[in-house]
């Protein structure tokens, strides 16, 4: 690997710190929220058999946005310029506003998928998109204003990808808390500054919620959470691959959510191609159908935080690699995940799972 500058003045201690603070924090609103919390009742679709209180994602939007706020008055090199800054802030605080709405009110998908398109409008028109891709054997592409809609329809996918995944215990925090480790190591050896620190803020309001949720829930994350750090994440990759001392491959967070994004991806064509309403509610993603099978949902958890770290040491890879090992490398995650695919649609065949 490169060696590139280091981050100024890279206190660790002191930026666990900040993180393991934001934590108790993001811990002690997700406590309150059980008390007050939007009422998650069973039904057909869903895992859980007991009402349950969702919207605990609020201590993660709550602790994260105190975080960056922090970082917007306080840590001038982890700033991005001033109206990226304010877009990444602005965008943050209206998905989280409207993922609340959606959680209180259950809005219909057109309705919650232009909302959330308005939010990450208010991200990318402040300049936060990419407009040059760096691939593999070809170099830099640069495709100019269509990288704004390229941008627009990223962050949607993976938001609502984060959305979907969410539906047993600790699976999208699990997720979550380990791309933001990853990504803020990687940001910290490649000297993105603000991608470093601010997946350290998403790390901490996370890390305060996980202990409430696995193994066992006391509470959800809710549309709340889970769309939030879909969108977060998103944007962090985002950053990564367009601002900073060096730009990374907009391939990094694509690779940490590669189970996340396999599993919404499969099960969307295989949805449109038999002709299914892809806005209803189903129960047909591949986690769910481990689960229906009888496979334990925190061993399915488990496997997907699996899947992310495998997705964290690939993307480690991928820029370490000279240019020749970077496109092999890129099938490893997906190598794993189609031996996932396949021993799902084995075990449901087995149990004679047909609707799905």
Known sequence: ?????????????????????????????????????????????????????????????????????????YGQVSRLSEGHFLGVIGGAALMAAVSFIDDLFDVSFLIKLAAQLVAASVAVFAGLWVQIFVLPFIGPVDIGLFGVPVTLMFILFVTNAMNFIDGLNGLAAG????????????????????????ALLLAGGVLGFLPFNFPNAKIFMGDVGSQFCGFMLALFGIAAARYGAQSLSFLLVPLLLSGVLFDVAFTLVRRLAAGDNIAKAHRGHLYQLAHRTGVDARIIALLHWGFTILGGLTAVGFLAATPSWRLPILFVPLLVQLVWLWFVIARAEKTHLTDW
């Open 175 to 198: 997720v979550t808390l380990i791309s933001c480790l990853f990504l803020a190591v990687i940001a910290a050896a490649y000297s993105g500054f603000f991608v470093y620190t601010a």
């Open 1 to 73: 690997m490169e060696h590139l500058p280091a981050l100024p003045d890279l206190s660790l201690p002191r930026h666990l710190a900040l993180m393991a603070g934001l934590a108790m924090f993001s811990a002690i609103i997700v406590r309150a929220m059980i008390s007050v919390g939007v009422p998650d009742r069973p039904d057909a679709r869903k895992a859980h058999r007991v009402t349950t209180p969702k919207s605990g994602g609020v201590g993660i939007v709550a602790a994260f946005l105190l975080g960056v706020l922090l970082l917007y008055r």
